[in-house]
């Protein structure tokens, strides 16, 4: 036990003296010209050649922001490489240190450069004045360099943040596509219209804005009928049925429901207003909602498609049932009264009752609709057990991943986190999606079964399934096969189904690995 910390061997990993054999990495956000694909490679290519360096591999993240590793699968795969040992290399070249990254943490890049240290890969910034041979003033040359880059991200935001402003004081539009019954307008410098914009075009030229109009009659006429119904006592989770029934499509392509029409009624589009920084997201971290008194508003900036006296009529009710000044015991009473009087409870049902606040009211005061109901003696007769079980199988499908990262050099250990599960990379361009199947009774069959359902993005590669047993609490098996054999809509399997149409299945996780390494190899 005495020795049970110590360190057995604190050498590095002797670099590999006149290997000719390098590596690239190249990278390139969209800011500036001269850090293009072609000037990195030109540049590259010059410094490797006057160093007498053969370059073999190359390693590209194009129109990418360097501020974090996760959306860069570039510099994913090179030290993947570095780490699995297949990298047959023993230098990577990069034009420079931004081009490395621009982490607000230093120590991050510096961790990434280590990794590769670490297994006798030298990493070279062929642009800069400095050697990176380790010595003391290099260590400092390349801190401060990191500081700069993070420092000049920091400053590109601010800067792109106060054109944008600007921008939208002057009532153009800044972000993505506009609402339901909104389009874009693309004019000039001196006002003359040059077309709508269709879903996905962008402006070419600098010069050149974009205003939101109004979209098409029919769709103008929807959203008057949404704020008249509401405003007349329906809810939205009834008026987005309706809108379904009557086969009226929207502009996201998907059914109506209770956010979209939500987020119609508090879209001031709708009187004219354009609004900026409603929501922020600074240097990639978690977006937050803005107070109101930072948003940017610009009235006036188109013609209006609701009254505004209908719209305020509107704020209000959402007002007066976001800040409803009940108490708990309020709230529970009047849901306790709604429970008698209906003999059964919903979301649906509580949002169209009237006097009733909404039901995120009492998510947010009670953690969820289940204890709430729960605090009234009330048991709904649909089994949410699989509720409280999500957490656990979400922990399932990260530990099976890091086992197969662990195992498989070619996966990339970044899990694409799903509502179905995860999903991995390959270097293929293949994925490993992984899936968890709940058990639960046939009612007609009075046997066990499991319900196999597809990913709503369709990526090509192998699906894993893991089926839990008959408490749901740990994996029964492991199914392997691939995404076509998984229907597009979900499919019932009972223990008869499975053995007949799924034959790669094992009792545990190695066996799977075993298995996966063989049809990756392949």
Not at 230 to 243: H, M, N, S, Y
Not at 406 to 424: D, M, Y
Request: hydrophobic share 40%; glycine share 8%; net charge positive.
């Amino acid at each position: 036990m005495g020795t049970a910390l110590t360190v057995q061997s604190a050498k590095l990993p002797r670099r590999r003296e006149h290997e000719p054999r390098a590596a690239q990495y190249i990278r390139m956000s969209t800011d500036r010209q001269q850090y293009s694909i072609a000037n990195q490679m030109a540049l590259i290519a010059s410094y490797a050649a006057e160093h007498q360096l053969q370059i073999v591999r190359t390693y590209i993240d194009e129109g990418i922001s360097g501020l974090r590793i996760n959306n860069r699968p570039g510099l994913i795969d090179l030290l993947n490489d570095v780490q699995s040992g297949a990298a047959d290399f023993a230098t990577v070249l990069v034009r420079d240190v931004s081009r490395w990254g621009r982490f607000q943490d230093p120590d991050e890049s510096a961790y990434y450069e280590f990794i590769c240290k670490l297994a006798g890969v030298k990493v070279i910034y062929c642009a800069e004045i400095f050697e990176n041979d380790g010595s003391p003033m290099s260590g400092l040359w390349k801190s401060m360099k990191r500081l700069m880059a993070a420092e000049d991200s920091r400053d590109k935001s601010a800067k792109v943040f106060a054109g944008h402003s600007r921008i939208v004081g002057l009532g153009y539009r800044v972000g993505g596509r506009p609402g339901f019954a909104l389009r874009r307008e693309l004019v000039d410098a001196a006002g003359k219209s040059r077309g709508f914009l269709q879903p996905g075009e962008q402006k070419a030229l600098h010069t050149d804005r974009v205003l939101l109009r109004a979209g098409s009659p029919d769709e103008i006429a929807v959203v008057r009928w949404i704020f008249e119904s509401f405003v007349g006592g329906r809810g939205e989770t009834d008026i987005a049925r309706d809108l379904n029934a009557r086969g009226i499509s929207n502009h996201r392509g998907v059914p109506w429901s209770l956010q979209l029409i939500g987020r119609i009624l508090r879209n001031e589009n709708y009187i004219g207003n354009t609004i900026y920084y409603r929501t922020s997201s600074y240097l990639r971290q978690p977006r937050v909602i803005n107070d109101k008194a930072k948003w940017i508003r610009k009235e006036g900036a188109l013609e209006p498609i609701v009254a505004r006296n209908v719209f305020d009529d509107a704020q209000q009710i959402i007002e007066r049932r976001v800040r409803q000044p009940l108490s708990s015991d309020m709230l529970l009473k009047k849901l306790r009264v709604l429970q008698l009087r209906l003999g059964t409870l919903s979301a649906d049902a509580i949002n169209r009752a009237k006097g009733i606040p909404c039901a995120s009211i009492y998510e947010r005061r009670f953690g969820s609709l289940r204890k709430a109901y729960a605090l009234i003696g009330f048991a709904p007769a649909a089994d949410y057990s699989y509720i409280d079980t999500r957490g656990d199988r979400v922990s399932m499908v990260q530990q099976l991943a890091a086992e197969i990262v662990a195992s498989v050099p070619s996966v990339s250990p970044a899990l694409i986190a799903e509502r179905t599960g995860g999903c991995l990379a390959v270097k293929d361009g293949s994925f490993i999606s992984l899936r968890v199947a709940r058990s639960w009774r046939h009612p007609q069959r009075h046997c066990q079964a499991w319900t196999l359902r597809r990913s709503s993005k369709q990526r090509p590669g192998i699906v894993v399934v893991i089926r839990l047993d008959d408490c749901n609490k740990e994996a029964l098996d492991y199914i392997l096969t691939s995404r076509d054999r998984i229907p597009e809509r979900p499919l019932i399997v009972t223990e008869g189904l499975a053995r007949k149409r799924y034959r790669n299945r094992f009792r545990r996780s190695t066996d799977l690995i075993r298995a996966l390494k063989r049809r990756l190899s392949r």
